[in-house]
């Protein structure tokens, strides 16, 4: 399958896309425009939910592909989004406790790509991502999944604490990846778990964090202190798995 991130330019492109019920990533508007299609786009918008940027028109110009971008660029997902609901679905039907990974603020294309992709091998039933200070499923997110995201679905919500609160509900247990942590090896991560990996630079926000019921850490032996994001996702998974392959 070929994926496509759309980079949809002009009042009527733009305008035809949210009503044809194309999903739009975010919304770029030139600032202090008032007129009336413009305000008819912003309104369908936020009837949506979608992320809206107010910027130069300097901007708009290095964005355009076409030049006549006409005061509003959209990025449209190269890939339908799922609901929560349907990685709990899916889940059930495999007759398997919820295994879903939760990134908090993952901003490179290339290590989303990677955690769907490792996210699929590990059996996971999905992946759920923020709405705001995070990629989407771009095209480059697409292409270095490997074809994952043909089969693991991907939710974007707006409040991934919120989130974690209502699937705790449905009884699902939370760790997360952290330096200061409990070592992974010493942690039982058996049963219905999110997995939560954190932002590369700054890790788990402190509110997601407080949301978590254990804190791991992978061993290091070297010199430096940390691993890439999509390395620590992988690591972690895997003891999900070796304690899930145990159990049977």
């Not at 076409?66 to 709990?88: F, N, P, R, S």
């Not at 480059?140 to 939710?155: D, E, F, H, I, Q």
Request: aromatic share 6%; charged share 25%.
């Amino acid at each position: 399958m070929r994926y496509e991130e759309l980079t949809i330019e002009g009042r009527n492109a733009v305008l035809e896309a949210f009503r044809s019920g194309k999903t739009i990533d975010k919304l770029f508007v030139l600032d202090d425009c008032q007129d009336g299609p413009v305000r008819t786009i912003v309104r369908e918008a936020k009837k949506y939910d979608t992320i809206i940027n107010y910027v130069a028109k300097e901007r708009l110009d290095q964005m355009s592909e076409t030049g006549k971008h006409q005061g509003v660029i959209a990025y449209a997902a190269a890939y339908e989004y799922a609901e929560v609901e349907d990685m709990l679905k899916l889940a059930e039907e495999k007759g398997e406790p919820p295994f879903l990974f939760l990134l908090d603020g993952i901003e490179d294309p290339h290590n989303l790509g990677a955690i769907i992709r490792t996210a699929n091998l590990a059996g996971a039933h999905g992946v759920i991502i923020p709405k705001r200070r995070a990629v989407g499923l771009t095209a480059t997110v697409a292409k270095t999944s490997a074809g994952a995201l043909n089969y693991t679905p991907v939710a974007k919500v707006t409040n991934l604490a919120k989130t974690m609160e209502e699937l705790k509900e449905k009884g699902l247990w939370f760790v997360c990846a952290d330096m200061g942590g409990e070592s992974m090896y010493r942690l039982n991560l058996k049963g219905p778990i999110g997995l939560v990996i954190g932002n590369e630079g700054e890790g788990v926000s402190k509110l997601v964090k407080e949301h978590c019921d254990m804190v791991a850490s992978i061993p290091m032996k070297g010199d430096i202190d940390s691993l890439n994001a999509s390395v620590a996702a992988g690591v972690l998974a895997y003891e999900i798995v070796r304690q899930r392959l145990a159990k049977q």
